[in-house]
């Protein structure tokens, strides 16, 4: 006798489980970091392209907390406040993305819709989170290079649905 039943072969597999929202909010806040750490790498590219210090932007960012002080300040605890205020924010923004579009199972719109969610947190850090909390950052950030960070930001957000699957066979009990 074998070791199935004809019967057993020929029912369908169970559905595909569905990864929780737990999972998608690790999973953005994953990319949303990796997002924010490309960014930062190509800024640090464009500042050595521009004859800067790296990590001019990371003090830019530090503003935030140390105000027009940044400008006199070098490599240090300025550029450590730039560089958690980003992971901060881009990791949060991934979150938040992942939990409003991690269902989408179309890779195509999930991209599409990934670059839009970029550009629509750009326009709300450059036009409404920084003119309130250091209005120097918008004026003083490198605009092409800023576009070009926010698209490599696009791309990291793109991976959400996947980590997410990988995460729920990674915990699931």
Known sequence: MPPFEISELETPPPPFPEPAPLHFAMAGLESGILGGALMIG??????????????????LWGSAVYQNRVFSMGLGIATVAGAATHFFLHGTAGAIWAL???RLRNQWVHLAASFA?????????????????????????PMPATLLAYILFGAALSRNP????????????
């Open 162 to 173: 996947f980590r997410a699957n990988q995460l729920h066979f990674a915990w699931k009990p």
């Open 100 to 102: 409003a579009a991690g």
């Open 42 to 59: 190509w800024f640090a590219l464009d500042s050595l392209f521009e004859h800067q210090y790296w990590w001019a932007i990371l003090n």
């Open 117 to 141: 969610a970029a550009a629509l947190w750009f326009v709300t850090l450059h036009y409404l989170f920084w003119p309130i909390v250091s209005p120097v950052v918008p004026r003083a950030s």
